[in-house]
């Protein structure tokens, strides 16, 4: 079996560049060996390379105290269409990389690196990645206020956790009337605006991003000097 998946392991990879696969391949049959000893088969296998290599990672990290926090999961369900195209990205395990490195930024100086690289690297991104782009930024900067979930809720917006003080429950109704704040669920509830006062639609896509990074940056958390 081990010998049939060796095998497999070169016919998938032999054209130019996969030499690199294949060795990351052999790693994780035959196992890193003991890191710190002579012995030169280990228990890879039994979790794979990547989960290993993580591991040893944060291993290492914890020993030297320098580990990062982790990141907080922030759900975004908003109708915006965003994605990586085939067209543009043709490797799936290139896409999924990109997507979850797009998932982790921290800053909006993060989403910008990520967009030289795809320039770089792709050329011009059609309107689905710029959107993308976007939603990586707002999900930054959610992340930086405390957010963790922004999903749409009949006619509002729903954002939580959110514990609003006073004077800033007066500013929501204020600049946002009609605003629910559920302070037992920590969760505040924003009308989406409509496209016209009368026979408008909700609002949606890029225009909807933006309006809700402004209810973030006016009401949720603003700047400590406006």
Known sequence: ETAHERLATLAQHSDLGGGMAIAMKDLEIRGAGNLLGG?????????????????VGEAVQDFRGDAEPELGEVRIELPVDAHLPHDYIPSERLRLEMYKRLAEVRSDEDVDLLNEELLDRYGEPPQEVVSLLLVARFRARARQAGIGEVTIAGRNVRFAPVDLPESRVVRLNRMYPK??????VSTVLVPRPQTAVVGGRPIAGIALLEWARQVIDAVIDPPSNP
């Open 179 to 184: 605003s629910i704040v559920k302070a037992p």
């Open 39 to 55: 012995e030169q088969s280990g228990h890879i296998a039994d979790v794979g390379f990547d989960l290993y290599v993580r591991l």
